[in-house]
């Protein structure tokens, strides 16, 4: 007989079978753990210390989660599902970690009887298109014309914030009318781009009550020269990305002069070069001018005898936040410009000094785009605050394109418990106990909120129950504030609809890939060393050539 064949390095650590799929369950549990008193409006706050020194004072999921340095892979998976969550629709990345771990933790027990994983993964995936049918038939239609309406799930969403604390309740205000403000029909279905053309601008200092929003632009610019106006009403307005200065070779060039009137000629072409191109702005009567790239100080000049205020080195989004709002167009070359491609939107061009800082201001009629001005105390409050307004955003944002809502304070996904067990008395076979595990896996998010605002958590769990048995009573949930049930509709606790599907579809799918694992590989293929590249197995990144020490490692 032949000796063993050694296929992967002697470094190598491998987990299979359930001793994998068991490990991977105590890493996304721990994950859970972590943020679990983050949920609610009596949410704990964390607080991080960063290896630059920075301190992360938050309670905020995602926030949290991702300074966060961890070492197993599983752990890893579940920090980039809070982040997939953020991206997708700005809340819940509380609720799809503790949902995602809890789900894995039900499942826990099948697996240690020896359950196949696609046994289990069968019945949850059967459970999830259940409990998304469920949530379409409980949800209510929201009124877009009802400007209450709206605002009130805006500030559900900043009610589990640590900006209530500190800010008034008009924070909500401004996230609603800067959705509604970049809000546009395309194709017949609406589209609303926070990203691009909503910018929040922190400037440390002043009172709270000076946040507002900007129905236009707000650029930390001041104009070029000290002659030109600060102040200019109903600007003409030219975007340029391209430079006012004296085009450079691209290649280095070199110039013999032999006679000093041939440098004074030389000279006077460059001064000619620049005066054509402003000339060339010039003539469609702007009075504002702005380009991303420089501008020189002979351009300076002839744009001051023109009676035209310049800025210079915009960020090519804020060039483009100021296109959408103004009407203009982005030109490459003054001499291509057109009438067409002059803004006249604009109703006021000012320049004002907050502090020791100029900031352009510019307002503009019916604009695409808006600036979210923020003023505190420190600069940790404020990034705070935007954070908090972001989530709020995307909230807004969500229920422009799809105007639906959903009981909150767990109402929703105990309802959902309640019809999924209802349902698996009817599924046949051993496929029924996962599909009852992720039923009961659902009330984590009502339990948590009891926990977290210092109720009895047993009693009250229980009397909830009891309320949703048979179907009925759909609206009723924890308040977060006091831990006692009560109608979700009388206290205006309603919840965007996309934020929960999302959270539930996310957790289900994140549990359902942790559990089809079953080996993990680690340990380090270097260049010239046991193996080099051609090992059979590829490593999973940064595990080192020892095996991990632990799930959770320390903070970045």
């Given at each position: 007989?032949?000796?063993?064949?050694?296929?992967?390095?002697?470094?190598?650590?491998?987990?299979?079978?359930?001793?994998?799929q068991?490990?991977?369950i105590?890493?996304?549990?721990?994950?859970?753990?972590?943020?679990r008193?983050?949920?609610?409006?009596?949410?704990m706050?964390?607080?991080?210390?960063?290896?630059?020194?920075?301190?992360?004072?938050t309670?905020?999921?995602n926030a949290?989660l991702?300074?966060?340095?961890?070492?197993?892979?599983?752990?890893?998976?579940?920090?980039?599902?809070?982040?997939?969550?953020d991206?997708?629709?700005?809340?819940?990345?509380?609720?799809?970690?503790?949902l995602?771990?809890?789900?894995?933790?039900?499942?826990?027990?099948?697996v240690?009887?020896?359950?196949?994983?696609r046994?289990?993964?069968?019945?949850?995936?059967?459970?999830l298109?259940?409990?998304?049918?469920h949530?379409?038939?409980?949800?209510?239609?929201?009124?877009?014309?009802?400007?209450?309406?709206?605002?009130q799930?805006v500030?559900?969403?900043?009610?589990?914030?640590?900006?209530?604390?500190?800010?008034?309740?008009?924070?909500?205000?401004?996230?609603?009318?800067?959705a509604?403000?970049?809000?546009?029909?395309?194709?017949?279905r609406?589209?609303?781009?926070?990203?691009?053309?909503v910018?929040?601008e922190?400037?440390?200092?002043g009172?709270?009550?000076?946040?507002?929003?900007?129905p236009g632009?707000v650029?930390?610019?001041?104009?070029?020269h000290?002659?030109?106006?600060?102040?200019?009403e109903?600007?003409?307005i030219?975007?340029?990305d391209?430079?006012?200065?004296?085009?450079k070779?691209?290649?280095?060039?070199?110039?013999?002069?032999t006679?000093?009137?041939?440098?004074?000629?030389?000279?006077q072409q460059e001064?000619?070069?620049?005066?054509?191109?402003v000339?060339?702005i010039a003539?469609?009567?702007p009075t504002?001018?702005?380009?991303?790239?420089g501008?020189?100080?002979l351009?300076?000049?002839?744009?001051?005898?023109?009676?035209?205020?310049?800025?210079?080195?915009?960020?090519?989004?804020?060039?483009?936040?100021?296109?959408?709002?103004?009407?203009?167009?982005v030109?490459?070359?003054?001499?291509l410009?057109?009438?067409?491609?002059?803004?006249?939107?604009?109703?006021l061009?000012?320049?004002?000094?907050?502090?020791?800082?100029?900031?352009?201001?510019?307002?503009?009629?019916?604009?695409?785009?808006?600036?979210?001005?923020?003023?505190?105390?420190?600069?940790?409050?404020?990034?705070?605050?935007?954070?908090?307004?972001?989530?709020a955003?995307?909230?807004?944002?969500?229920?422009?394109i799809?105007?639906?809502?959903?009981?909150g304070?767990?109402?929703?996904e105990?309802?959902?418990?309640?019809?999924?067990l209802?349902?698996?008395k009817?599924?046949?076979?051993?496929?029924?106990?996962?599909?009852?595990?992720?039923?009961?896996?659902?009330?984590?998010?009502?339990?948590?909120?009891i926990?977290?605002?210092?109720?009895?958590?047993?009693?009250t769990?229980?009397?909830?129950?009891?309320?949703?048995?048979?179907?009925?009573?759909?609206?009723?949930?924890?308040?977060?504030?006091?831990?006692?049930?009560?109608?979700?509709?009388?206290?205006?606790?309603?919840?965007?609809?996309?934020?929960?599907?999302q959270?539930?579809?996310?957790?289900?799918?994140?549990?359902?890939?942790l559990l089809?694992?079953?080996?993990?590989?680690?340990?380090l293929?270097?260049?010239?060393?046991?193996?080099?590249?051609g090992?059979?197995?590829?490593?999973?990144?940064g595990?080192g050539?020892?095996?991990?020490?632990?799930?959770?490692?320390?903070?970045?």
């Open positions: 007989m032949s000796g063993p064949v050694l296929v992967l390095n002697t470094t190598t650590k491998r987990e299979t079978g359930r001793k994998a068991l490990g991977n105590a890493a996304a549990k721990t994950v859970a753990d972590v943020i008193t983050s949920l609610g409006p009596k949410a706050l964390k607080m991080i210390l960063s290896m630059s020194g920075s301190i992360v004072l309670n905020d999921g949290i991702r300074e966060l340095d961890v070492t197993h892979p599983s752990a890893k998976a579940m920090i980039d599902l809070s982040r997939a969550q991206e997708e629709v700005g809340d819940g990345t509380t609720s799809v970690i503790i995602a771990g809890e789900i894995l933790a039900v499942a826990e027990p099948w240690m009887k020896g359950l196949h994983p046994v289990i993964i069968a019945g949850f995936t059967k459970a298109d259940d409990a998304l049918a949530m379409k038939s409980i949800a209510q239609q929201v009124d877009m014309k009802n400007r209450a309406e709206l605002l799930t500030k559900n969403c900043m009610g589990t914030k640590f900006v209530t604390s500190f800010y008034p309740p008009f924070m909500s205000e401004l996230a609603l009318d800067a509604l403000m970049v809000a546009q029909d395309v194709d017949g609406k589209d609303v781009d926070i990203k691009r053309y910018r929040i922190k400037i440390p200092g009172r709270i009550e000076d946040c507002c929003i900007i632009v650029l930390n610019k001041d104009v070029t000290a002659k030109m106006s600060r102040y200019i109903k600007p003409r030219i975007l340029l391209c430079n006012l200065e004296y085009k070779g691209d290649n280095q060039t070199s110039i013999d002069v006679k000093a009137e041939h440098w004074e000629q030389i000279l001064e000619d070069y620049i005066k054509r191109l000339e060339n003539k469609l009567k504002l001018v702005c380009t991303e790239k501008i020189s100080d351009a300076q000049h002839y744009f001051v005898k023109h009676g035209i205020t310049a800025l210079r080195r915009l960020k090519k989004t804020d060039n483009d936040r100021l296109a959408r709002a103004s009407g203009a167009t030109v490459n070359q003054p001499e410009l057109r009438e067409s491609d002059v803004g006249t939107r604009a109703l061009f000012e320049v004002k000094k907050i502090g020791d800082e100029y900031y352009s201001y510019i307002t503009c009629e019916k604009p695409k785009a808006c600036t979210i001005l923020l003023r505190g105390t420190s600069k940790d409050t404020l990034n705070e605050v935007e954070r908090n307004l972001h989530d955003l995307a909230v807004a944002r969500n229920i422009i799809e105007p639906m809502l959903l009981p304070g767990g109402a929703a105990m309802s959902v418990a309640t019809k999924l209802e349902k698996s009817s599924i046949p076979g051993v496929a029924q106990y996962p599909y009852q595990s992720l039923a009961i896996a659902l009330e984590v998010i009502p339990r948590t909120l926990q977290n605002c210092g109720a009895n958590v047993m009693r769990i229980t009397q909830l129950r009891a309320k949703h048995a048979g179907g009925k009573n759909v609206f009723f949930g924890v308040d977060g504030e006091t831990g006692v049930i009560r109608d979700m509709r009388e206290i205006n606790l309603l919840e965007s609809y996309s934020v929960k599907i959270t539930l579809k996310t957790a289900v799918e994140a549990a359902c890939m089809r694992v079953d080996q993990i590989v680690s340990g293929s270097k260049k010239g060393q046991g193996g080099g590249d090992g059979a197995v590829a490593p999973h990144e595990a050539d020892e095996p991990p020490p632990g799930m959770m490692g320390g903070m970045e």
